[in-house]
């Protein structure tokens, strides 16, 4: 049996990722999880609290990305299913390169959004093998995916 | 020592994953098998049943082969060794696609398929390392790789 | 201006690449095709004449596929975007290989194949920018592709 | 002397590559651009009306996006330099989207956008190898890169 | 949650990588270390040593250096980040080197040195997530990447 | 710790890799030794006896050399150190072959050979990190790489 | 219509290299050539006299097998096909090894050798597209895979 | 026959660029010539120029290298050769670096430096292809190199 690495990507202001890992908990699913860091304040925070206060917030942002991206980068690339989220606050532009990093990577994309968000996302839907509107379906897919069961 | 993945691409309406598990079983091999979904009914349902239905058959159908892909994408860049086995029902461009995939990422591939098919398959013959007729003889290529011993 | 390469794989008994390659013409689009070899007795032939008779048919079929693959695959690998067509004729294993390596080396597909065997070809169908059922079709693709314009 | 492949992604309802690319002519830079589709209409419509109508809005999308990929994605890959230029209109998840895959594929990127963004373009700026706010910069990097010269 | 392997190149007459190490383990990171040999006698003596001596030092430097990337050359592939520290000492064309490699096989890099080298280094600067002055910086770093907590 | 995956290709008719791997053993090293198979007779029968018999020594072979490769090539993939010993019998082109794919794929080569051919193996030599005429001191060399130590 | 470029490598003490590019000249192929330098006189001594004398004939091949490096490997990876020749002298490593390169960087291979080599060959010729006892062969083939004509 | 693109690396505040451009030009090479900025005022101020002054001189750097790395990346990728020259002044990081990227992308090195930096570079002149200590080398290399031809 293989083990799934799964890296989480996009929305970080609800709590969709615990109950991804809950319901993938439950059903026993041969997954690891990846997420960002998902602690807003302090990924926005940790590269000036670790390696200096920036008085420009364009140095101070520049910072926390070059942190943040140690983290990022080698679990997408570990990854064997990426999945992103997108949500209804923020421009959520990080989700959208996250996803064409991990097109261009070669690894399978799932992409969860309402549905009014269709046409704007629509060339990042089309390289996905999977779109979704709920959480749920992303549970069902990796059943599917990881036993061969649709329930 | 080293544990080795296969990939077992192609035919699904026969029993031979499951005769090829048993004797690796059998003799004890230090190999993993990999598979796409083999229940026929699922691999093509799922799409629809997990993302909701299609009317047009060729939607419902992206929407399947979508969600099987991620399934079986990083399946065959995991492995090792990738076998193809060609039957005599079906057209089964799927396993010929699987073929030249694992061909292009520089996957040894074991081709199985009954004789009559040899000038049809003669490209995809041509860039296997192994051409059987028979599971068996791909037990015995597995036990020889592994083990190093011929019977 | 760029100038694309364009791979035209499968079917070989009908003329489908020079009606493409006429219609490119007229258009003056800035596209140079790569084919295979599709004098289909000489694609058979040539492994044979060139290195000696085989008495089995699956040896002679070896080196000729052997002697083809030295054109196409350097072909596929410098091409821009691959076509693939699938006719009513013969097995056409070849077309669904060539569609898988170029699958895995990234580069954008076309499908071309009459609606009857939209099912068999899902998984090629699912992996391709574009499925089209008509040569003309292709021929329209290429002139947005490359001009930006539709007619 | 080297030849420079420029992609120009984003943004596509100002006439900023125009103006780039008369800035560059002016010049006599050793540079060549390449471009998505910039006529909006075309660019929404061209799968449905090549590869025929579709009722679904996402369906129709799907179409559009691909015709579309099979334009671009070789053309980043070609590129030497890719820039992406962030407006004010739209979510322009395909502008970061681009982004993410030049940056897996290794090329240089220039990022353009007003300052405003700032925060909310964080993780590709950082990604980037410069950052302007206005096209004339990115004139003048290209002259600079191309030419070693500085006004 | 994710093992990490961490290179930790350049600097070698310090204790610097015990530092780190015991900071790692005090924290109890789930990080795992690799390094070159940092037996500075052993490192300069190993080739000659092994492989016969040398009357040139040219030559005599060549085997040691051989033997040298053996080790160092898959760690720096297995690395998911990798750690190059500047000391005061010696000229450490090796620790840039090994900065150059790592960058181009796309390993997130992070980057100590004293202050006073900022201007020397600012094309390696530049190609890392992050640039610290003190050890215990990056095992605020490694903290934080690995468990998402700024303390 | 890194453990080490050392690839022993070459001379098939001594016995240097038990030589090899006992002294690894003794020593405790952090080795896992792969090899091709070095029963002679088995590695030449293997395609035929498990394939069906060839007339023609050529296709023989052929048949043999395609499953030895099943074998041969994952394990050079996996390997992080290839070592090539050329003795005195046989021509040994495998051998060279063997180091040309190991280089091509970056990976790091110990050659070891009688000084005689010091001049015919120039071009191999000088493409490995180590150049021994003994097994004694490919011992040495995995015991610095791993351990760190000189004896 | 494609440009080829084929790579000719092993033998250098005939003159089958110009036999075969008068032939193609003859055929107004649309071929180009590349070698290693062939004269055996200079390629031996190209790294002392360049760079300096060495006492120790090991280093003064080092020297000499580097600088041909510098030409030869930039050609193999050009190459769309690569010939290796092997004749009737020398122990030809070079010709083996360089095989292996051109395999592992996906190159179709042509061998040409004497049948008496069959045996000794069979790893390489199974890497093969094809496997040749004559130049003329050669030049058919390149006539068929660069024009698509058997005579 | 084929054009040599030649990266030039290190050392800028002397004049070897010009001298090597000249005896190539003299003897007609068929070689074209990269090189960084070697205008040091201005590739020092070229960030802060275009995009805007920064009062920390360490972002003032960082501006500064990321465009020129807009001009050095894609040239060492495009490179068959790169030539990196440390001579006696500054700390040259950077030419370290860059012969780090350029032996992880596998280009055949070639390293020009004073006899007294021997120790000190041993890594780097055990990765490269040549170790001169004169340009004038340098220029008979490439002669040898690309016409076959010693003087």
């Given at each position: 049996m293989m083990h799934w690495n799964v890296y989480l990507a996009g929305?970080?202001?609800?709590?969709w990722r615990e109950e991804l890992k809950e319901a993938a908990d439950r059903e026993g699913l041969a997954v690891r999880f990846f997420s960002p860091v998902t602690d807003h304040a302090a990924s926005d925070a940790c590269g000036g609290h670790i390696l200096g206060a920036e008085e420009q917030p364009f140095w101070h942002d520049r910072k926390g990305a070059g942190v943040n991206a140690i983290r990022t980068r080698p679990m997408i690339e570990k990854a064997d299913v990426v999945v992103v989220k997108f949500g209804?606050?923020?421009?959520?532009w990080n989700a959208a390169y996250d996803a064409g990093m991990a097109s261009a990577l070669g690894k399978p994309l799932i992409i969860v959004h309402p549905e009014e968000y269709q046409h704007a996302l629509k060339e990042i839907d089309a390289a996905a093998c999977a779109v979704a509107s709920e959480v749920s379906q992303v549970v069902e897919i990796l059943r599917y995916v990881t036993r061969g069961e649709l329930v």
């Open positions: 929305e970080i202001h609800t709590n209804d606050k923020y421009r959520q």
